[in-house]
């Protein structure tokens, strides 16, 4: 690891702490449903039945609330296509791919560990 917590923390004195702004962010994106959708659309652009079935599990309800506050943040493009039925595109922004590009091996770590972690060998 080239970064540690102490180093943001001594660049940014107020930097996780109760009311700052990156606790906000950290709930949107490493949030059950946030991390997931935004893996699934590591891969490229997803339309919401794509999403759905690829994220197991989620609801209509959650998908989209997830959707709407990834893209309130920057992280996910929504593009709509005048249509019938209509048809609507999800993909990362840059800012997405940037986040992506390092969480991506993180969720590699958890496949490669989780069933070690949890007794499951």
């Known amino acids: 690891m080239t970064v540690s917590y102490a180093q943001i923390k001594a660049s940014t004195?107020?930097?996780?702490?109760?009311?700052?702004?990156t606790r906000v962010v950290l709930d949107h994106i490493m949030s059950k449903w946030g991390v997931l959708v935004l893996s699934a659309l590591s891969d490229g652009t997803r339309r919401w039945g794509e999403l759905r079935r690829e994220v197991d599990g989620i609801s209509e309800k959650m998908l989209a609330s997830t959707l709407r506050t990834l893209a309130e943040d920057g992280l996910v493009h929504r593009e709509s296509f005048p249509a019938v039925p209509p048809h609507v595109e999800y993909s990362l922004t840059p800012l997405g791919r940037d986040l992506m590009e390092r969480m991506l091996?993180?969720?590699a770590w958890v496949a490669d560990h989780a069933d070690g972690m949890l007794g499951r060998d």
Not at 13 to 21: A, I
């Open 13 to 21: 004195p107020l930097v996780f702490e109760q009311g700052c702004g």
């Open 105 to 107: 091996p993180l969720m």
